[in-house]
């Protein structure tokens, strides 16, 4: 059985950092794309990041591009976002999502529950 | 970058049919796929490739996708069926994954 589980969401004051965490199980999770969705509260889907199964390529959103970094640790099953220089209007629940394929443009058949980050003083 | 428009709300009496559209820049062309999200759940996927569903998904729910209308079908809607549904494709030309706004089914 599938399973992803995000961890390291929490309350951050704008201009700082967080780490968030998504460890899988059920798959083999180097043979797959892997991406993460936010949600704003109240709002909808909103694409934040992807990485190819290998990790050697990488994907942003503008909204996020030069702040966020993407990476996974194969040898551990997990996928990181480290986000910088937080801004309020990144408060979300983070999701992350597995893709049915090893690159970009399959489709996302998995998500995990997702994790709160909230930006703010 | 690629937009993707759907209807804010569509409500359809038990029984009915509740049709769900997205509209894209020659939607036709590319892939897509859409999501069901309940209140405080993650999103479940109902439709891929345009008209696929994943195992568990009910044949209730179908799709199409033509020109610039892409369309999520859903036949003898229950109550259970409530929820925001989402299209997503993949835009190649930027390597961005697109969300539509999502629509609100509302089951009277």
């Known amino acids: 059985e599938v399973q992803l589980l995000e961890s390291g969401g929490g309350l951050v004051q704008p201009g700082g950092s967080l780490r968030l965490s998504c460890a899988a199980s059920?798959?083999?999770?180097?043979?797959?794309?892997m991406n993460w969705v936010r949600q704003a509260p109240g709002k909808g889907l909103d694409w934040v990041s992807g990485?190819?199964?290998?990790?050697?390529?990488?994907f942003y959103a503008d909204s996020v591009k030069g702040r966020f970094t993407i990476s996974r640790d194969n040898s551990k099953n997990t996928l990181f976002l480290q986000m910088n220089s937080l801004r309020a209007e990144d408060t979300a629940v983070y999701y992350c999502?597995?893709?049915?394929?090893?690159?970009?443009?399959?489709?996302?058949?998995?998500w995990g529950q997702g994790t709160l980050v909230t930006v703010s003083s | 970058s690629y937009v993707l428009t759907q209807p804010p709300s569509v409500s359809v009496a038990p029984g009915k049919t509740a049709r769900i559209t997205c509209g894209g820049n020659n939607i036709g062309s590319k892939s897509v796929h859409w999501f069901q999200q309940k209140p405080g759940q993650a999103p479940v996927l109902v439709i891929y490739?345009?008209?696929d569903r994943p195992s568990g998904i009910p044949e209730r729910f179908s799709g199409s996708n033509s020109g610039n209308t892409a369309t999520l079908t859903i036949s003898r809607v229950e109550a259970g069926d409530e929820a925001d549904y989402y299209c997503h494709v993949w835009d190649s030309s930027s390597d961005h994954w697109v969300f539509g706004g999502g629509t609100k089914l509302t089951v009277l």
């Open positions: 490739y345009d008209s």
């Open positions: 999502a597995k893709e049915e394929g090893p690159t970009p443009s399959y489709y996302f058949d998995f």
């Open positions: 990485i190819t199964g290998s990790g050697s390529n990488t």
């Open positions: 059920g798959f083999t999770f180097s043979s797959y794309a």
